[in-house]
């Protein structure tokens, strides 16, 4: 079964930084494009940040230059290094395996609160 | 960026009706569209991907249409477990983006 599952969310002061986490399971990780999306409470879902199998980067204009998206496909494993943090930023973060450029599955997600 | 109008935001309605949302783009994507389900308190599940290819597992009352910049996910006979918010996604170029969502909740 395929399976991801998110860690690292948690409250962090404007300004702040947090590493986001996501461990795959039931598939070949080093072979999917991977993404993070994320969700205001009670809002729409906002595109985040992807990464290819091959290392390239993606990211939405409102993150670009503040997180920073990797992987270490030896522990299959998926990363989000947020820094500069803002109120803004507080959602549900999702990672999402690419299927295509649409993701299939999502993980449970992890909430950050950017707040002081 | 590509923007995607999804509407209506809401719609109401019963078991067994037949339930449409539509989404436009606001420049040609193709058949570059997919559409989530999501219930509250979990993560969006994948029902339609390339405008009409049904996601494994998922029922086939859901049905999806359209090409270039209008787009269509119908529900054909509305079942209680189809009560959710529904979103598209253009997935023709980044950044990926989402319609706003579709409330379809019971009459």
């Known amino acids: 079964e395929v399976q991801l599952v998110e860690s690292g969310g948690g409250l962090v002061q404007p300004g702040g930084s947090l590493r986001l986490s996501c461990a795959a399971s039931g598939f070949i990780f080093s072979r999917n494009d991977m993404h993070w999306v994320r969700q205001v409470t009670g809002k729409g879902l906002e595109w985040v940040s992807g990464?290819?199998?091959?290392?390239?980067?993606y990211y939405a204009d409102s993150v670009k230059g503040r997180f920073t998206i990797s992987r270490e496909n030896a522990k299959n494993s998926l990363y989000l290094q947020m820094s500069s943090l803002r109120a803004g930023d507080t959602a549900v973060y999702y990672c999402a395996r690419s299927w295509g450029k649409e993701f299939d599955p999502w993980g449970q997600g992890t909430l950050v609160t950017v707040s002081s | 960026d590509i923007q995607m109008t999804q509407s209506p935001s809401s719609v109401s309605a019963s078991a067994g009706d037949r339930v449409t949302i539509t989404c436009r783009a606001s420049q040609h994507i193709s058949s570059w569209i997919a559409w989530y389900q999501q219930k509250p308190g979990k993560a969006p599940k994948l029902l339609i991907y390339a405008a009409s290819s049904l996601q494994s597992g998922v029922p086939s009352r859901f049905s999806g249409s359209g090409f270039g910049t209008d787009f269509t996910l119908t529900i054909s006979s509305l079942q209680p477990e189809d009560f959710a918010t529904y979103y598209c996604?253009?997935?023709?170029?980044?950044?990926?983006?989402f319609g706003g969502g579709t409330k379809v909740e019971s009459k």
């Open positions: 996604q253009q997935a023709n170029s980044f950044p990926l983006t």
């Open positions: 990464i290819g199998a091959a290392g390239d980067t």
